[in-house]
């Protein structure tokens, strides 16, 4: 996903900003205050430290993040402190690195474009689900971070918070495959209403005209994406007809019941939850699609801003020869929904799956919606019998962890999921599709022996 935005800001472009916004409402600035408590009071207050959000240790995602944006906390959760994402912090990066933007998280979770940190996803774009910081407001924290990062003083120039220009720009999308490695299956635009979760289904054809075997999964969205799935079918009868946009939500948030129903026919096949993902199987395994395969393209997006938001997706299945797959990989799609989490309490639920068959596991990954603090998955059955062999803490970029060796398990042996809920809402939450609802889901991926 490419977006264009510029880090550096040229003379020439702020002044065309200033002439373009000069119209619009001043907001007073103080511009002998500090810079960091500028960025405090008109950025991180008004937009981050708020409540479900990083307000404190309180709010359901804290353990995710363990980060906290309340005034008086703020810079020491920020200055040179390591960040939990794993990409980020592989890569050397801190939350705010002095003098380094490039190097410091903050930055990059403000800014869709993608292309400017070599194309990694470092998880969702902040403000989550809700409108993006203009321009101006990125320019004077990148220029802060360069200027040092001090808690005192004023480093960035305060001008800058009143330039309203929107930092997204045109979406671009995946490159397509060349011809014979691959296919791409696209949603055009589509737009979000304010205050709303958008989900629907498109029924398209991969365009495949034999049998082909998956091994690679490219995915890239706009901003607001609570997941994208590619679903396949249990039964081919009576599906729905191709290129029709069937949303899951009728424009007052009551179910489209037919939509609904349509759902309890869907087989996971591929997607996720990151706006930029790019997924290779284990050598020597691939996901067999047959000829002239058709997918239910699932699309969930969440505005909680106050302007329409713009949804666009595109996926990339990659293809390798049958002389190259070994093991042709079957599903994993093991839900608990028997979910009843009592409010302003941690609830833990286990649920236990078997295989009929001899088994080897080779990937895994899981879902839950906001509530869910820590997904563990264990064995089930045999001398592994309770052996956990997946963590994962972040609810919206869950682990997807390859394993070598395979997992094996025997016939009638298993997977157990062990998920912390922290409901931190008045009301009791139970299973269900919008994000204020929860799910429990092993996905993964395995072979028969």
Same mark, same amino acid.
């Given at each position: 996903?490419?977006?264009?935005?510029?880090?550096?800001?040229?003379?020439?472009?702020?002044?065309?900003?200033?002439? /373009?916004?000069?119209?619009?409402?001043?907001?007073?600035?103080?511009?002998?205050?500090?810079?960091?408590?500028?960025?405090?009071?008109?950025?991180?207050?008004?937009?981050?430290?708020?409540?479900?959000?990083?307000?404190?240790?309180?709010?359901?995602?804290y353990a995710q993040h363990k980060l906290v944006l309340a005034k008086?906390?703020?810079?020491? +959760?920020?200055?040179?402190?390591?960040?939990?994402?794993?990409?980020?912090?592989?890569?050397?990066?801190?939350?705010?690195?002095?003098?380094?933007?490039?190097?410091?998280?903050?930055?990059?979770?403000?800014?869709?474009?993608?292309?400017?940190?070599?194309?990694?996803?470092?998880?969702?774009?902040?403000?989550?689900?809700?409108?993006? *910081?203009?321009?101006?407001?990125?320019?004077?924290?990148? %220029?802060?971070?360069?200027? #040092?990062?001090?808690? $005192?003083?004023?480093?960035?120039?305060?001008?800058?918070?009143?330039?309203?220009?929107?930092?997204?720009?045109?979406?671009?999308?995946?490159?397509?495959?060349?011809?014979?490695? #691959?296919? =791409?299956?696209?949603?055009?635009?589509?737009?979000?209403?304010?205050? !709303?979760? %958008?989900?629907?289904?498109?029924?398209?054809?991969?365009?495949?005209?034999?049998?082909?075997?998956?091994?690679? /999964?490219?995915?890239?969205?706009?901003?607001?994406?609570?997941?994208?799935?590619?679903?396949?079918? %249990?039964?081919?009868? @009576?599906?729905?007809?191709? &290129?029709?946009? %069937?949303?899951?939500?009728?424009?007052?948030?009551?179910?489209? *019941?037919?939509?609904?129903?349509? /759902?309890?026919?869907?087989?996971?096949?591929?997607?996720?939850?990151?706006?930029?993902?790019?997924? $290779?199987?284990?050598?020597?395994?691939?996901?067999?699609?047959?000829?002239?395969?058709?997918?239910? /393209? +699932?699309?969930?997006?969440?505005?909680?801003?106050?302007?329409?938001?713009?949804?666009?997706?595109?996926? @990339? *299945?990659?293809?390798?020869?049958?002389?190259?797959?070994?093991?042709?990989?079957?599903?994993?799609?093991?839900?608990? =929904? &028997?979910?009843?989490?009592?409010?302003?309490?941690?609830?833990?639920?286990?649920?236990?799956?078997?295989?009929?068959?001899?088994?080897?596991?080779?990937?895994?990954?899981?879902?839950?919606?906001?509530?869910?603090?820590?997904?563990?998955?264990?064995?089930?059955?045999?001398?592994?019998?309770?052996?956990?062999?997946?963590?994962?803490?972040?609810?919206?970029?869950?682990?997807?962890?390859?394993?070598?060796? !395979?997992?094996?398990?025997?016939?009638?042996?298993?997977?157990?999921?062990?998920?912390?809920?922290?409901?931190?809402?008045?009301?009791?939450?139970?299973?269900?599709?919008?994000?204020?609802?929860?799910?429990?889901?092993?996905?993964?991926?395995?072979?028969?022996?």
């Amino acid at each position: 996903m490419k977006f264009t935005f510029l880090a550096a800001f040229s003379t020439a472009a702020i002044l065309t900003s200033t002439l /373009m916004h000069s119209c619009a409402p001043k907001e007073v600035i103080d511009v002998n205050a500090a810079s960091f408590d500028l960025i405090q009071d008109k950025i991180l207050t008004k937009n981050c430290a708020i409540s479900g959000c990083h307000a404190s240790e309180s709010d359901g995602t804290y353990a995710q993040h363990k980060l906290v944006l309340a005034k008086g906390k703020s810079y020491k +959760n920020l200055f040179e402190i390591d960040p939990t994402n794993v990409g980020a912090k592989q890569d050397g990066f801190k939350r705010v690195k002095a003098f380094k933007s490039l190097e410091s998280l903050f930055y990059h979770k403000l800014i869709y474009d993608n292309s400017h940190h070599n194309g990694k996803s470092y998880g969702a774009v902040m403000p989550l689900g809700s409108d993006l *910081l203009p321009e101006g407001q990125i320019e004077f924290i990148r %220029r802060w971070i360069e200027a #040092g990062a001090p808690e $005192t003083g004023n480093v960035a120039d305060p001008s800058l918070l009143n330039d309203t220009t929107p930092s997204a720009a045109t979406f671009t999308g995946l490159p397509v495959p060349a011809a014979g490695t #691959g296919y =791409q299956m696209t949603l055009d635009k589509f737009e979000v209403a304010p205050n !709303f979760e %958008r989900e629907f289904f498109v029924r398209k054809p991969l365009g495949n005209t034999e049998t082909v075997y998956v091994n690679r /999964m490219q995915i890239s969205m706009r901003p607001g994406s609570h997941h994208f799935i590619l679903y396949g079918f %249990r039964n081919n009868v @009576n599906l729905a007809p191709l &290129n029709q946009v %069937r949303d899951l939500r009728n424009s007052d948030g009551s179910y489209n *019941l037919v939509t609904f129903a349509q /759902m309890g026919n869907h087989v996971f096949n591929f997607g996720g939850s990151e706006a930029n993902s790019d997924y $290779t199987f284990p050598e020597g395994t691939a996901v067999e699609v047959p000829a002239n395969a058709t997918f239910d /393209m +699932n699309s969930h997006y969440y505005n909680k801003g106050t302007k329409a938001l713009s949804g666009e997706v595109d996926i @990339n *299945l990659y293809t390798t020869k049958k002389e190259n797959v070994k093991n042709v990989l079957k599903v994993i799609d093991f839900g608990n =929904q &028997n979910l009843n989490l009592p409010p302003k309490q941690r609830t833990v639920l286990t649920k236990d799956f078997t295989f009929d068959k001899n088994v080897k596991i080779v990937m895994l990954f899981s879902h839950t919606h906001k509530y869910g603090e820590k997904f563990e998955i264990l064995i089930k059955g045999g001398a592994r019998n309770g052996e956990v062999v997946y963590t994962s803490t972040n609810w919206e970029h869950p682990e997807k962890i390859n394993y070598a060796p !395979f997992i094996s398990l025997k016939k009638g042996e298993g997977l157990t999921s062990r998920i912390t809920y922290n409901n931190t809402s008045d009301q009791t939450v139970r299973f269900g599709l919008t994000t204020e609802d929860e799910m429990g889901i092993i996905f993964g991926y395995y072979y028969e022996e």
